[in-house]
T-cell receptor, first 115, second 111 residues
Framework: DAGVIQSPRHEVTEMGQEVTLRCKPI?????LFWYRQTMMRGLELLIY????????DSGMPEDRFSAKMPNASFSTLKIQPSEPRDSAVYFC?????????????FGPGTRLTVL | AQSVTQLGSHVSVSEGALVLLRCNYS??????LFWYVQYPNQGLQLLLK??????LVKGINGFEAEFKKSETSFHLTKPSAHMSDAAEYFC?????????FGKGTHLIIQP
């Protein structure tokens, strides 16, 4: 298995632009998570899905952030409009039916820089 | 909700010395606890997890962690540090609302 796939690996954009991050979970996994990692705040859970349905989006910082999972093999995290404080590494992780104790498998991350 | 606290953002040990990374949790229900490792420019990788089966949990790369309910702790240890252990280590608590991580501890190995 190729593991969790994220694209792009690096993204540099200007303030105000729309940014879309993509994630392909491990085949057969039905829970998907989006995290943001910064030096100041560490690793934060933004949102997670079970069976393509958003379960908890309380970590999404504001309305500029949105996430979708149209099918079991694809998810997007969109920031519109982007701001410099959104600069971070964004990780996607997947798990086999999250019940609190299953291992999460992380992708390599997308490093986002907003100028 | 679960919360975890890692004591020490940086820990430095000599090669061959004992590694001890501290993690305390806060929860009103029996927790699921994890340790993940992050190597530079990579995602997180599971080291070990506690799911109430045994209080001493053995993981990969010679690491282990002991769940101590009386101390609400889940410290990570390794008897002898190796240069390849240099990385960022995250303690996490799992629950129905997802996985909550501590701020991370950067482990530095001195030759």
């Amino acid at each position: 298995d190729a593991g969790v796939i994220q694209s792009p690996r690096h993204e540099v954009t200007e303030m105000g632009q729309e940014v879309t991050l993509r994630c392909k979970p491990i085949s057969g996994h039905n829970s998907l998570f989006w995290y943001r990692q910064t030096m100041m705040r560490g690793l934060e859970l933004l949102i997670y899905f079970n069976n393509n349905v958003p379960i908890d989006d309380s970590g999404m910082p504001e309305d500029r952030f949105s996430a979708k999972m149209p099918n079991a093999s694809f998810s997007t995290l969109k920031i519109q409009p982007s701001e410099p404080r959104d600069s971070a590494v964004y990780f996607c992780a997947s798990s086999l039916l999250w019940e609190g104790h299953n291992e999460q498998f992380f992708g390599p991350g997308t490093r986002l820089t907003v100028l | 909700a679960q919360s975890v606290t890692q004591l020490g953002s940086h820990v430095s040990v000599s090669e061959g010395a004992l590694v001890l990374l501290r993690c305390n949790y806060s929860s009103s229900v029996p927790p699921y606890l994890f340790w993940y490792v992050q190597y530079p420019n990579q995602g997180l990788q599971l080291l070990l997890k506690y799911t109430s089966a045994a209080t001493l949990v053995k993981g990969i790369n010679g690491f282990e962690a002991e769940f101590k309910k009386s101390e609400t702790s889940f410290h990570l240890t390794k008897p002898s540090a190796h240069m390849s252990d240099a990385a960022e280590y995250f303690c996490g608590g799992g629950g129905a609302d997802g996985l909550t991580f501590g701020k991370g501890t950067h482990l530095i190995i001195q030759p």
